[in-house]
């Protein structure tokens, strides 16, 4: 038995040694942030190993991400001194779930070597399917229904599960008959998708006794953390391994659960006690993070959401800073003062990696990239990439260098199908193939095959709309703002098309990405000193080692703590999130403040909160109200600074002028669609009149390097690869029109014959 003094017993509080200690039976651990559910359950996990109640390989323990599962190993070889060799059955639902798969994969239909696809790899699977299916993919975007299968897939439904009303979630009624097609073609593939990782393990489970009764004698202890965000299927998995044994730990804070989005029930919290009957109810609540301010400012702000537990938090913890609640004038202000505040944290001794921003939506976080830049700032991007990095940037820097600069090969490769514009890699290869034969950039290698007949009729199409768009857009160049030109292109290119038909969360994501870049443009006087700035900005390859301060998403920072928390971006629209504005539920009113919960209570010493009073869209400054969360934050925890460095006077008007916020911000809106509408028609208007320009665009394009090979003549016999052989019937620079001998007459490029004997 262990003694009081056990290394992992030491300095836990009452409440804390129940749950490690009360190891048989349900426990239920219930409790707010900061007040040490993770250090009670690894001390748990630490006391199950070193009392012998079970060997490691015996304990099934679930974290929420692999970050935490990394964590919670280390902790606990620390507090066993070392002692432990290895955790096979530590980790997230996902890589649990997939180990036990690969055990059993032929009960669901695959080898124990299946593979399991990213994200790219399902998209592409599913719109096959969709194509296939005689489905319009325009219409009946594969991301779409990616987003379908995993809520089916969350919820522990198969193809079996879906009835008629749940298939009309796709294609019109079609959802099941694709869900089973697509699950046919996993097999065939010997695949998994990652929802599959569970629902395979749950539905194996439920099919063998044998193999259900093997896992409940495995495991004798499970332990599961962050437990708010399981979803149906998850939890099912649980309690089917749990049920005889019923030696079952889970912790959560329903004040936490934010990934309802993802399927996340934070009913199942709730209803623990009812399926584990005579469950051990542990309350902490004593929280050791945070100091009273912050603790206050956080429990007056959840206090607002209706339908919670409820739960007493306090702190030992002395006084300290209230939370302070800075509003600045605008966005690169925003980001200047927190410089500001980390140099000055710097200059008292204090470590850059105290120090941690948390941003609602990725798109914030470029303003601080480029000021940290600026001045030197050592920082990471934690669970996401850097601004300029992210895909859809890239894409639309590409559009952006080959407007500017024609000869960019890189640039037109990337975004020569993208969106997908029916030219794929035969074209391509054909395209690279006559530029390298001429040499010349493939734009205008690309211009010269519109009239021959190496590419499919339709590629033709295709790839003469985009030469004639990239020309029109050169034109545009010189003459509107490029930030209006980066939107035209986006626009006239499909690309913001292709996102919007997406509808996904993450599709919405990246059009806030965009809306980012053209703000960020307008700060630059020309497209080529924006382009500049950019690939300074790329090749800025910021210390990998060392102390530096984190950039994330509130997601991302769950069970993370740091002394010194900046939470910026407090503005309507921002956060809560206009996403959550637009729904108007109270459900998604009440997930962003469960957010902004998790947010502040992630600080240990400082926590600064930040909003501006404006914010630059398309080139006009909008004027943004800070959240309501600032003004559900009990006054007597916050210190709030309304000073400015610049502006001030007409930053008071404004505030004055305010009478109803939500009004104000739909005149900011419709005012920012008007803008938009009206560059858009002008740049339309100019493009309307001046066909003869792109023409001549053209024209210029293709006389370019069309010199034409002395070694042919007419009436030689040569070697098409496509055609075949045929006969030189006429010349015309570098354009031959061939008979072919099994072909029949075609203009083909002379790059693309060979002389034949
Ligand atoms: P969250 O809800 O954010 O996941 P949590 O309840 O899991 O928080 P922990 O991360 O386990 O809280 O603990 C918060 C902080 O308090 C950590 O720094 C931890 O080391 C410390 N802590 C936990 N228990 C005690 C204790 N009994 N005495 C002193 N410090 C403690
Ligand atoms: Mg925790």
């Known amino acids: 038995e262990p003694t009081a003094d056990a290394p992992y017993l030491r300095g836990l509080n009452a409440p804390q040694r129940e749950a490690v200690l009360t190891t048989e039976g349900p426990v239920l651990m219930l409790a707010g942030a900061g007040t ?20 490691p390989s015996q304990i099934l323990a679930v974290t929420f991400t692999n970050k935490a599962a990394r964590e919670m190993k280390e902790r606990v070889s620390a507090i066993s001194g070392g002692a432990i060799e290895g955790m ?147 939890y099912e998995w649980l309690r089917l391994l749990a049920e005889p044994r019923q030696n079952i ?175 794929g890699d035969k074209a391509v290869a054909n395209i690279h193939k006559f530029a390298r034969a001429t040499d010349q950039p493939l734009l205008l290698a690309a211009a010269q095959m519109l009239d021959s007949d190496e590419l499919t009729p339709q590629a033709r199409r295709s790839l003469g709309r985009f030469v004639a768009d990239v020309a029109r857009w050169r034109t545009m160049a010189g003459e509107i703002p490029h930030p209006e030109l980066a939107r035209i292109l986006l626009d006239e290119s499909g690309y913001t098309a292709a996102l919007q038909n997406e509808r996904s969360a993450e599709a919405t994501g990246r059009l806030e990405n965009l809306t980012e870049l053209t703000r960020a443009m307008e700060e630059y006087e020309t497209l080529g000193a924006f382009l500049e700035h950019v690939s300074l900005v790329m090749d800025n390859d910021q210390a990998k080692q060392g102390e530096k301060v984190t950039i994330m998403t509130i997601h991302a920072a769950k069970g993370l703590e740091f002394p010194n928390v900046f939470l910026a971006g407090w503005e309507e629209g921002v956060f809560p999130s206009q996403r959550a504005l637009d729904e108007g539920g109270l459900a998604s009113l009440e997930e962003e403040r469960r957010l902004a919960y998790v947010a502040l209570t992630r600080a240990r010493a400082k926590a600064i909160i930040i909003h501006a009073a404006n914010r630059r869209i398309y080139g006009q400054w909008t004027s943004s109200i800070p959240s309501r969360f600032v003004s559900e934050l009990p006054k007597e925890h916050i210190d709030e600074e309304t000073t400015m460095s610049g502006g001030e006077s007409m930053w008071r008007a404004q505030w004055s002028e305010r009478g109803d916020p939500f009004a104000h911000l739909a005149a900011a809106q419709s005012d920012r669609a008007s803008t938009r509408g009206a560059g858009w028609q002008r740049a339309q208007g100019r493009f309307n009149a001046q066909p003869q320009r792109i023409i001549e665009a053209r024209a210029s394009a293709v006389s370019l390097g069309n010199k034409g090979r002395d070694d042919l003549s007419v009436g030689q016999r040569v070697f098409h690869g496509k055609f075949g052989y045929g006969t030189i019937a006429e010349i015309e620079g570098n354009k031959l029109e061939i008979e072919f001998e099994k072909a029949g007459r075609k203009r083909v490029l002379d790059s693309f014959v060979s002389t034949s004997n």
């Open 36 to 55: 040490g559910k993770t250090a009670a359950l690894t001390a748990r996990l630490a006391h199950i190993i070193a009392t012998r109640k079970a060997w």
């Open 88 to 234: 096979p059955w530590l980790g997230t639902f996902h890589s649990v779930a997939a180990k036990m798969l690969r055990a059993h994969a032929e009960l669901a239909g695959l080898q124990s070597n299946f593979t399991i696809l990213d994200t790219d790899d399902q998209l592409r699977l599913l719109k096959q399917l969709i194509v296939a299916s005689n489905l319009d993919e325009k219409r009946w975007p594969a991301r779409q229904f990616a987003g379908v299968i995993d809520r089916w897939k969350n919820r522990g439904w198969t193809p079996a599960h879906i009835d008629a009303a749940e298939s009309e979630a796709f294609a019109n009624g079609r959802g099941q008959e694709l869900y089973a097609a697509y699950q046919d073609r996993l097999r065939a593939l010997n695949a998994c998708d990652f929802g599959d990782l569970l629902l395979h393990m749950l539905t194996i489970l439920k099919a063998h006794p044998d193999v259900l009764e093997s896992y409940r004698e495995r495991f004798r202890y499970i332990l599961v953390d962050e437990y708010q965000d399981t979803n149906a299927s998850q």
């Open 249 to 423: 730990c889970v912790v959560g804070d329903d004040d936490q659960s934010i990934y309802s989005w993802r399927g996340a029930e934070v009913a199942n919290i709730l209803r623990f006690e009812k399926d584990f009957p005579g469950a051990a109810v542990i309350r902490l609540e004593q929280n050791y993070r945070s100091t009273p301010h912050i603790l206050g400012a956080a429990t007056g702000l959840i206090a607002n959401n209706a339908g919670r537990l409820g739960k007493t938090l306090w702190t030992e913890r002395n006084e300290g800073d209230r939370v302070r609640v800075i509003g600045v004038w605008d966005g690169p202000e925003e980001a200047r003062r927190v410089g500001e505040e980390i140099e000055a944290h710097q200059a008292r001794g204090g470590s850059l990696d105290d120090c941690a921003i948390l941003v609602r939506a990725q798109f914030q976080t470029r303003e601080f990239e480029e000021r940290f830049i600026a001045i030197g700032l050592a920082y990471q991007i934690v669970g996401g990439f850097r601004f300029y990095e992210r895909a859809e940037i890239r894409d639309a820097l590409a559009y952006l260098r080959l407007v500017a600069q024609p000869a960019d090969d890189l640039a037109f490769e990337r975004i020569i199908n993208t969106p997908k514009r029916g030219l």
